[in-house]
């Protein structure tokens, strides 16, 4: 079965930084370029970042440049996203999502990262 | 990065057909064949429901379908059914390897 299971997530104060994972199975993870989508409470999805299929090439939003970095183990199945002077405004559900055909065809089932004091 | 313009809320009656718009520029919609829709569940992760426009994956009943015209991309689901009622978001890609969805739209089932 095809797969992709997050973990990391929680609360963390203003400021603070917090690594996300996502792992994946049933299919082979270094054919394929992946991304970080997040969703705020009962708001719409937004794209956060992105990485190539071998990790040369990783893309950022605005509104995380510079504070967030995403990174990918090939030999783990792995994807991660290092987020770094997290603010109020980055919580959220994120959901680490495969890339195939100019669309994203699997989904995982979200972590929720709160940034609260 | 803007998000692109979908309303917030639609709604048809059982058997019946709707549409939803998702309108965007000439940078993102309208300079690529690069748009996809994807339906969410209240608690659940989104699912794709059409890509490159008007493509349907396997498993995605052919009550649903996609097309472009210009800057705006639309999904018309027909012969609603109750299990249809859920959130609907359109995504382009946006070029300089930047992507975007649309705000989304909650579709009611009369």
């Known amino acids: 079965e095809v797969q992709l299971v997050e973990s990391g997530g929680g609360l963390v104060q203003p400021g603070g930084s917090l690594r996300l994972s996502c792992a994946a199975s049933?299919?082979?993870?270094?054919?394929?370029?992946m991304y970080w989508v997040r969703q705020a409470p009962g708001k719409g999805l937004v794209w956060v970042s992105h990485?190539?299929?071998?990790?040369?090439?990783?893309s950022y939003a605005d509104s995380v440049k510079g504070r967030f970095t995403i990174s990918r183990d090939n030999a783990k199945n792995t994807l991660y996203v290092q987020m770094n002077i997290l603010r109020a405004e980055d919580t959220a559900v994120y959901y680490c999502?495969?890339?195939?055909?100019?669309?994203?065809?699997?989904w995982g089932q979200g972590t929720m990262v709160t940034v609260s004091s | 990065q803007s998000a692109l313009t979908q309303p917030p809320s639609a709604s048809g009656s059982l058997g019946q057909s709707v549409t939803i718009s998702c309108t965007g520029t000439?940078?993102?919609?309208?300079?690529?064949?690069?748009v996809s829709w994807y339906e969410q569940h209240p608690g659940k992760a989104p699912k794709l429901m059409i890509y490159?426009?008007?493509k349907r994956p396997s498993g995605v009943p052919d009550r649903f379908s996609g097309s472009k015209s210009g800057n705006t991309a639309s999904l018309t689901v027909s012969g609603l059914q109750a299990e249809d009622e859920a959130d609907y978001y359109c995504?382009?890609?946006?070029?300089?390897?930047?992507?975007?969805f649309g705000g989304g739209t909650k579709l009611t089932v009369l």
């Open positions: 999502v495969r890339q195939t055909s100019w669309a994203f065809d699997i």
């Open positions: 049933g299919f082979t993870f270094s054919g394929y370029w």
């Open positions: 990485i190539s299929s071998d990790g040369s090439r990783p």
């Open positions: 000439s940078s993102d919609v309208g300079g690529y064949n690069h």
């Open positions: 490159e426009v008007n």
């Open positions: 995504s382009s890609y946006a070029g300089n390897n930047i992507w975007v």
